[in-house]
């Protein structure tokens, strides 16, 4: 890998986005309203806002930039630019890291704004502190750009990219603990959520939400999520080639 040549492929793809204004509202925006939504709809139980907001905004950050990511990634395919590029002097692992880096970089605006309206503006009320959720909406948003990059290798046209949210996405939807609690689930489902990286996700946010510090188990599940992104980067990796010999 090359730094220049990482962070050269970063500053293209951000100044792509900038001239992408509904794509950058689907990732800076779209999270803050739903999130906007979700309090209205528990108004009556705040409580209830604060357990189930909590994990959304460690979900809503993962699956934003999953989509975003791989419709983005397979634009690159289709169109011929990854062609062109790899033709060039650079390397799968500096491609892979310069977009890691730019959704990145997107993704901490994403953490700064959702977190900043769900902890200052819904009264999201956390026992532990707001900068351990951005620490886990950032772990959760690189994630899921991981994840992007991982997916698009296998689909041939931005519609398949979009189908494989429901395929990758929404069973770690269900089985994150968000809808029933993980221990009370059926054990084969159980053991099956033990695997998504999802669940952890949702975990780490719990913690902050019931504990004033940082816990084991919250390093457990933020070291967890860190992993499972690295994974998805070198899988992406080891997946993405040239179409052409």
């Known amino acids: 890998m090359n730094p220049h040549r990482t962070f050269a492929t970063a500053r293209r793809v951000l100044l792509q986005l900038r001239h992408d204004p509904r794509t950058v509202a689907l990732m800076l925006v779209v999270p803050c309203v739903l999130l906007a939504l979700l309090s209205w709809v528990y108004d009556s139980s705040p409580h209830t806002f604060d357990s189930v907001g909590a994990s959304l905004l460690g979900i809503f950050p993962l699956i934003t930039m999953f989509l975003v ?102 069973p770690q939807v269900l089985l994150c603990g968000l809808l029933v609690p993980r221990d009370r689930m059926h054990p084969a489902l159980e053991a099956l959520s033990n695997v998504l990286p999802m669940s952890y996700a949702v975990d780490g946010m719990k913690e902050v939400l019931q504990h004033t510090g940082v816990t084991g188990d919250f390093i457990r599940d933020l070291a967890i999520v860190a992993a499972c992104a690295l994974l998805a980067l070198a899988l992406g990796a080891a997946t993405l080639r040239r179409r052409t010999a």
């Open 69 to 170: 990511t791989s419709i983005a990634t397979l634009r690159e395919r289709t169109s011929g630019t990854l062609e062109r590029l790899l033709a060039m002097p650079l390397g799968k692992g500096d491609l892979l890291a310069g977009y890691a880096i730019a959704f990145g970089a997107v993704a901490v605006v994403q953490a700064f704004l959702a977190t900043g309206l769900a902890v200052f503006a819904l009264g999201l009320d956390v026992t532990g502190s707001p900068w351990l959720l951005l620490v886990v909406a950032l772990a959760d948003a690189f994630l899921g750009t991981a994840l992007g990059l991982f997916v698009s290798a296998f689909a041939a046209s931005e519609f398949q990219a979009v189908q494989f949210m429901p395929a990758v996405i929404l």
